[in-house]
């Protein structure tokens, strides 16, 4: 052990020692051949017979010293570094090349590392799971509050459980009036994420009651922006849509939850402080969903289980409102990321890809340069180097490139993913969450060496065993053919490569060219929505004034040039908000509970809002002005409802009832379908049926909610956004405490609807653009090298007759041809990949996974690139002049 | 640039082992002890004895120490440890079992 431990740390000592120790031997002998009659030289070639090579000698002794590796390793690795400086040119192209390659799969390995594989930001996350109640049409539906508070009660499978709905606050008092976002959650909601006050305290259990307090907590934003941050204000008391709360708490409004509205949270307020009366209806969906922890040791099937109990008890003892629901459970994680996470993991397969084009390309480099250092290599193996030893020391080259060439890509992904995701959030779930940490910095370590072994271990494999005596003969030009044959193969993969990824990109391209030109149902070009709040006093104005107000928002904002229809909204939008109601047909028995009755989804609006949407009216009319509070209740109901419930063509005139036998509407006409639930996934939704009713005819309970926070839609001609300032004005000529907020476009609705497929795209579509660039530099690597080697032959048969374009045809042929096998292995590889990636077909739309037109794009587009890539080369070996190439060996 | 082929190394072993059990010696001693007494039957390369000597010391059979000579040059002196008596013992009774069947091998017809 001691001499272990010596020889490595004190290895010049022991050597030295060596040394002495066989030089006494060497002297010993010759001592004695000299006493035998020897003269001194003879001696000395006597002693040295006798002993044998001494530097052989020392090499083996030093050998059993062990820590051998160890100093190879040191020697190989300051080789290494020298040989990288020699050609840097090679070197540089070497390490952009795996930059890029390691760089991609890193970056998208911090992506699937932060999305997937990090658990969630909470304490114990694995126990978190989402509530939500299912009906017979819906089984992720909103739970009512009613049923919430008894389930709360009555559970024995939750440690904590919460529920949560978004909402507005029109903020007045403290500077500007300010239309601010905010979270109406329960008491367990934030002692359960473990989230602690930055300032006071969370709401108490008795503050979950229905109507008795007023408390709000505030973000640590709003703290900063309204208050400086100050620590007094605890319990001073804000003004929200008019009505008087005081501040109890500060905490974070920055929470990755499955709820979409968290990112940016100003308010928070305990549910039972929500002004629409409808809270305390058992049977209302108010877009409430919960999130709960399991208990200790309790399974989410056990908890599933306890469940059912629980809403099969609500069943038996509110059988007309809760028969038929019951209670979706899922883990939060999944509920988070389960929708991306076949996609994420195809484009990790797909990035891959890329890496190996690119370690392909370094071998192919590598493999060029390996005849430059023919030579080197004869002579050390000439010297009694033995192939292992060779071979280690090119792959530590390998290693070492590939190291470099890592830390750069790791630097790349890093700055790239930040971009990225600041650009681009709303398309990732947990997106805030993906970084650089040491999972990704280990991965990203162990795949440059993997990548370094992969590339390094042909080139290395092939020139070590070189041909020694033909090498070092004079003028030995080693062995070209068969190089350059591997050259080829490996090319022609990557082309493969490069294939099946282009492939990928164009029929997801296609699938988003084809779901662009699918119709919404209504136009979404020169719509904007946004939120309107009157002025706080309205809150607590009559009926009668509110809607007075309203309709003369209405008539301000449609006599503003350039507006060519404005209507309201409240409930559901299409691909933006949802709100669904149960109803029966007149004339059919009256179900016996709501989950019985029929579900459709329910817009409630203006008079002009088809001429805003562009919706086809398609049988009878919509409102006019004379539908109001006072006049008969009507209703328009969609092609859907229509067909699946009046198939016989005759719903107009027809009566039906919504939720009770007192709420009875007649269907005055007959809309175009909207695909509410997304271009691409409407069709699949169970919930299409549509009514449309009259704001309004909206009961006075609702008008007195709308003042807080009413959904506007305008159509405009010409650029929207620059209409707003107009639309601004108007509102403040009419009522200077009027705020608008939150506006987009429908343009951005539609698209953020399709925001997972544009990611794809967008990474399938970089990747393959990569691959193809990869690809292409490539084939011009090996190509301008085989001129490079061929030149004698060139001139040769230039001599002999050829003309220039014969030779460029040579060039050209061979790189194409390479390319062509290239286009046929990708084919057969891509036809049987589609098959076997299910995942990928969901992301395909309108476009079959063998779909020839883009296979047959894909195919010309890289035969392009190769011609391309062949045809500098091969101008280059036109140019060569016969004398020239005969001439220099 | 070979190992003796002569030799397996293994037997070497057995050899310096033997002749250290008569007395610490120095490499070159070793050398021409080993030459002397198989009366020049066994002609080892001389230098394929430090291989041997580093590694059985390395195993811990034979110890080394730095010693004046007697003509007053400093020499490294090997020597025979516990350890390698019994190893000794074991790798000479292994030889007489070995050669003893190889003759019985070779005799018989």
């Given at each position: 052990m001691w001499l272990r431990l010596r020889a490595l740390f004190r290895r010049d000592r022991v050597a030295r020692e060596l040394d002495d120790e066989i030089q006494f031997h060497l002297d010993q002998q010759i001592a004695e051949n000299i006493a035998s009659g020897m003269n001194r030289q003879e001696a000395r070639y006597a002693a040295l017979r006798a002993f044998g090579n001494p530097t052989v000698l020392k090499e083996e002794t030093q050998d059993t010293w062990g820590w051998v590796w160890l100093e190879n390793f040191g020697q190989d690795l300051r080789y290494g570094l020298r040989m990288l400086g020699k050609p840097p040119g090679f070197t540089a192209v070497a390490i952009l090349t795996l930059a890029l390659g390691i760089g991609a799969n890193t970056a998208l390995f911090s992506i699937v590392n932060g999305v997937l594989l990090n658990p969630l930001p909470f304490p114990d996350p694995s126990s978190l799971v989402t509530v939500a109640a299912s009906k017979p049409n819906f089984i992720t539906g909103s739970i009512s509050y009613p049923n919430f508070l008894d389930w709360h009660r009555i559970n024995?499978?939750?440690?904590f459980f919460a529920v949560s709905r978004p909402s507005g606050y029109l903020l007045t008092g403290v500077g500007d009036a300010e239309e601010l976002n905010a979270a109406l959650i329960t008491s367990d909601f934030f002692p359960m994420l473990g989230v602690k006050p930055v300032l006071g305290r969370s709401f108490t259990p008795e503050e979950d009651q229905i109507g008795i307090s007023d408390v709000v907590a505030i973000s640590t934003d709003l703290w900063q922006r309204?208050?400086?941050?100050?620590?007094?204000?605890?319990g001073k008391g804000i003004s929200l849509d008019g009505k008087g709360y005081t501040i109890v708490g500060v905490f974070p409004g920055h929470l990755d939850l499955p709820?979409?509205?968290?990112?940016?949270?100003d308010i928070y307020a305990p549910l039972?402080?929500?002004?629409?009366?409808?809270?305390?209806?058992?049977?209302?969906?108010?877009g409430i969903h919960g999130i709960a922890r399991l208990k200790p040791g309790v399974t989410i099937e056990q908890a599933r289980t306890d469940m059912q109990r629980v809403t099969n008890y609500m069943a038996q003892t509110y059988p007309d409102a809760d028969k038929g629901t019951g209670a979706t459970i899922i883990q939060m994680k999944e509920s988070m990321v389960g929708g991306v996470r076949s996609s994420l993991l195809l484009l990790l397969g797909a990035v891959g890809l890329v890496l190996l084009i690119a370690c392909v390309n370094v071998a192919n480099l590598l493999l060029a340069r390996g005849t430059g250092r023919s030579r080197e290599v004869a002579v050390r193996s000439a010297l009694g180097a033995g192939t292992s030893r060779l071979v280690r020391q090119m792959l530590t080259e390998s290693v070492l490139l590939a190291m470099l060439g890592g830390a750069l890509g790791l630097a790349l992904a890093a700055f790239g993913t930040r971009v990225a995701l600041t650009e681009l959030p709303a398309m990732l779930p947990r997106a805030s969450e993906v970084g650089v940490d040491a999972r990704v910095l280990w991965f990203s370590v162990l795949l440059s060496l993997c990548a370094g072994i992969l590339f390094g271990l042909v080139p290395a494999l092939r020139t070590a065993r070189g041909n020694t005596y033909e090498t070092l003969k004079e003028g030995g030009r080693g062995a070209v053919g068969s190089r350059h044959r591997t050259q080829g193969a490996l090319v022609a993969i990557q082309m493969a490569m490069a294939l099946v990824l282009l492939t990928g990109a164009g029929l997801v391209i296609r699938s988003l060219a084809q779901l662009w030109n699918v119709d919404p149902g209504f136009n979404p070009d020169n719509i904007l929505t946004f939120n309107l709040a009157l002025s706080p006093q309205m809150n607590s104005a009559s009926p009668g004034a509110i809607r007075v107000a309203l309709r003369n928002f209405d008539a301000a904002i449609a006599a503003v040039p350039g507006v060519e229809a404005e209507s309201f909204y409240w409930g559901a939008l299409p691909m933006y908000a949802e709100d669904d109601t149960s109803f029966w047909v007149a004339g059919q028995p009256q179900p016996a509970s709501q989950s019985a009755m029929n579900g459709a989804l329910s817009y409630t609006v203006g008079p002009d809002y088809l001429k805003v949407m562009r919706i086809p009216l398609l049988a009878g009319r919509f409102f006019t002005d004379r539908d109001d509070e006072h006049s008969k209740p009507v209703v328009v109901v969609d092609q859907v409802l229509a067909q699946k419930y009046f198939p016989n063509g005759d719903a107009v005139g027809k009566v039906i009832y919504q939720g009770s036998p007192d709420n009875a509407f007649e269907i005055i006409g007959i809309v175009g379908h909207v695909k509410q639930w997304g271009l691409d996934t409407d069709a699949q939704n169970s919930l299409r049926s549509q009514f449309y009713f009259s704001v309004?005819?909206?009961?006075d309970s609702i008008i007195t909610l709308m003042p807080s926070n009413t959904g506007v839609v305008v159509r405009s001609s010409g650029n929207i956004l620059g209409r707003m300032d107009s639309i601004r004005r108007a509102s403040d000529q009419l009522n200077k405490d009027e705020v608008i907020s939150g506006v987009v476009t429908m343009h951005q609705i539609v698209q953020s609807s399709l925001a997972p497929r544009r990611f794809a795209m967008m990474l399938l579509g970089s990747f393959a653009a990569l691959a193809l660039l990869l690809a292409g530099v490539g084939l011009y690597g090996v190509t301008a090298y085989a001129v490079g080697q061929r030149t004698n032959e060139m001139g040769i048969r230039m001599a002999l007759g050829a003309q220039k374009r014969d030779v460029f045809r040579l060039v050209v042929g061979q790189g194409l041809r390479l390319a062509l096998v290239g286009v046929a292995i990708g084919a057969t590889a891509t036809l049987m990949l589609v098959r076997l990636l299910s995942s990928f077909s969901q992301l395909l739309y309108g476009v079959g996974g063998s779909d020839p037109v883009t296979l047959a794009a894909v195919a010309i587009v890289l035969l392009g690139v190769a011609f391309l890539a062949c045809y500098i080369p091969a101008r280059r070996a036109m140019r060569v002049a016969p004398i020239v190439a005969l001439r220099y060996e | 640039m070979g190992k003796p082929n002569d030799l397996v190394q293994g037997t070497l072993d057995l050899l310096i082992l033997k002749t250290l059990s008569l007395g610490p010696k120095h490499g070159w001693a070793i050398a021409k002890r080993i030459q002397q007494i198989s009366r020049e039957v066994l002609q080892v390369q001389q230098g394929s004895l430090y291989p041997a000597l580093h590694r059985l010391e390395h195993k811990g059979w034979i110890r080394a120490k730095w010693a004046e000579t007697e003509t007053g040059r400093e020499a490294k002196f090997y020597s025979l440890t516990a350890a390698g008596r019994a190893q000794l013992g074991k790798e000479s009774a292994y030889w007489s079992r070995l050669s003893a069947a190889i003759n019985l091998v070779v005799e018989t017809e």
């Amino acid at each position: 052990m001691w001499l272990r431990l010596r020889a490595l740390f004190r290895r010049d000592r022991v050597a030295r020692e060596l040394d002495d120790e066989i030089q006494f031997h060497l002297d010993q002998q010759i001592a004695e051949n000299i006493a035998s009659g020897m003269n001194r030289q003879e001696a000395r070639y006597a002693a040295l017979r006798a002993f044998g090579n001494p530097t052989v000698l020392k090499e083996e002794t030093q050998d059993t010293w062990g820590w051998v590796w160890l100093e190879n390793f040191g020697q190989d690795l300051r080789y290494g570094l020298r040989m990288l400086g020699k050609p840097p040119g090679f070197t540089a192209v070497a390490i952009l090349t795996l930059a890029l390659g390691i760089g991609a799969n890193t970056a998208l390995f911090s992506i699937v590392n932060g999305v997937l594989l990090n658990p969630l930001p909470f304490p114990d996350p694995s126990s978190l799971v989402t509530v939500a109640a299912s009906k017979p049409n819906f089984i992720t539906g909103s739970i009512s509050y009613p049923n919430f508070l008894d389930w709360h009660r009555i559970n024995q499978c939750f440690s904590f459980f919460a529920v949560s709905r978004p909402s507005g606050y029109l903020l007045t008092g403290v500077g500007d009036a300010e239309e601010l976002n905010a979270a109406l959650i329960t008491s367990d909601f934030f002692p359960m994420l473990g989230v602690k006050p930055v300032l006071g305290r969370s709401f108490t259990p008795e503050e979950d009651q229905i109507g008795i307090s007023d408390v709000v907590a505030i973000s640590t934003d709003l703290w900063q922006r309204k208050f400086g941050s100050s620590t007094d204000v605890i319990g001073k008391g804000i003004s929200l849509d008019g009505k008087g709360y005081t501040i109890v708490g500060v905490f974070p409004g920055h929470l990755d939850l499955p709820m979409r509205y968290f990112s940016s949270v100003d308010i928070y307020a305990p549910l039972g402080e929500f002004r629409n009366p409808v809270l305390s209806n058992r049977l209302a969906g108010l877009g409430i969903h919960g999130i709960a922890r399991l208990k200790p040791g309790v399974t989410i099937e056990q908890a599933r289980t306890d469940m059912q109990r629980v809403t099969n008890y609500m069943a038996q003892t509110y059988p007309d409102a809760d028969k038929g629901t019951g209670a979706t459970i899922i883990q939060m994680k999944e509920s988070m990321v389960g929708g991306v996470r076949s996609s994420l993991l195809l484009l990790l397969g797909a990035v891959g890809l890329v890496l190996l084009i690119a370690c392909v390309n370094v071998a192919n480099l590598l493999l060029a340069r390996g005849t430059g250092r023919s030579r080197e290599v004869a002579v050390r193996s000439a010297l009694g180097a033995g192939t292992s030893r060779l071979v280690r020391q090119m792959l530590t080259e390998s290693v070492l490139l590939a190291m470099l060439g890592g830390a750069l890509g790791l630097a790349l992904a890093a700055f790239g993913t930040r971009v990225a995701l600041t650009e681009l959030p709303a398309m990732l779930p947990r997106a805030s969450e993906v970084g650089v940490d040491a999972r990704v910095l280990w991965f990203s370590v162990l795949l440059s060496l993997c990548a370094g072994i992969l590339f390094g271990l042909v080139p290395a494999l092939r020139t070590a065993r070189g041909n020694t005596y033909e090498t070092l003969k004079e003028g030995g030009r080693g062995a070209v053919g068969s190089r350059h044959r591997t050259q080829g193969a490996l090319v022609a993969i990557q082309m493969a490569m490069a294939l099946v990824l282009l492939t990928g990109a164009g029929l997801v391209i296609r699938s988003l060219a084809q779901l662009w030109n699918v119709d919404p149902g209504f136009n979404p070009d020169n719509i904007l929505t946004f939120n309107l709040a009157l002025s706080p006093q309205m809150n607590s104005a009559s009926p009668g004034a509110i809607r007075v107000a309203l309709r003369n928002f209405d008539a301000a904002i449609a006599a503003v040039p350039g507006v060519e229809a404005e209507s309201f909204y409240w409930g559901a939008l299409p691909m933006y908000a949802e709100d669904d109601t149960s109803f029966w047909v007149a004339g059919q028995p009256q179900p016996a509970s709501q989950s019985a009755m029929n579900g459709a989804l329910s817009y409630t609006v203006g008079p002009d809002y088809l001429k805003v949407m562009r919706i086809p009216l398609l049988a009878g009319r919509f409102f006019t002005d004379r539908d109001d509070e006072h006049s008969k209740p009507v209703v328009v109901v969609d092609q859907v409802l229509a067909q699946k419930y009046f198939p016989n063509g005759d719903a107009v005139g027809k009566v039906i009832y919504q939720g009770s036998p007192d709420n009875a509407f007649e269907i005055i006409g007959i809309v175009g379908h909207v695909k509410q639930w997304g271009l691409d996934t409407d069709a699949q939704n169970s919930l299409r049926s549509q009514f449309y009713f009259s704001v309004r005819q909206f009961p006075d309970s609702i008008i007195t909610l709308m003042p807080s926070n009413t959904g506007v839609v305008v159509r405009s001609s010409g650029n929207i956004l620059g209409r707003m300032d107009s639309i601004r004005r108007a509102s403040d000529q009419l009522n200077k405490d009027e705020v608008i907020s939150g506006v987009v476009t429908m343009h951005q609705i539609v698209q953020s609807s399709l925001a997972p497929r544009r990611f794809a795209m967008m990474l399938l579509g970089s990747f393959a653009a990569l691959a193809l660039l990869l690809a292409g530099v490539g084939l011009y690597g090996v190509t301008a090298y085989a001129v490079g080697q061929r030149t004698n032959e060139m001139g040769i048969r230039m001599a002999l007759g050829a003309q220039k374009r014969d030779v460029f045809r040579l060039v050209v042929g061979q790189g194409l041809r390479l390319a062509l096998v290239g286009v046929a292995i990708g084919a057969t590889a891509t036809l049987m990949l589609v098959r076997l990636l299910s995942s990928f077909s969901q992301l395909l739309y309108g476009v079959g996974g063998s779909d020839p037109v883009t296979l047959a794009a894909v195919a010309i587009v890289l035969l392009g690139v190769a011609f391309l890539a062949c045809y500098i080369p091969a101008r280059r070996a036109m140019r060569v002049a016969p004398i020239v190439a005969l001439r220099y060996e | 640039m070979g190992k003796p082929n002569d030799l397996v190394q293994g037997t070497l072993d057995l050899l310096i082992l033997k002749t250290l059990s008569l007395g610490p010696k120095h490499g070159w001693a070793i050398a021409k002890r080993i030459q002397q007494i198989s009366r020049e039957v066994l002609q080892v390369q001389q230098g394929s004895l430090y291989p041997a000597l580093h590694r059985l010391e390395h195993k811990g059979w034979i110890r080394a120490k730095w010693a004046e000579t007697e003509t007053g040059r400093e020499a490294k002196f090997y020597s025979l440890t516990a350890a390698g008596r019994a190893q000794l013992g074991k790798e000479s009774a292994y030889w007489s079992r070995l050669s003893a069947a190889i003759n019985l091998v070779v005799e018989t017809e």
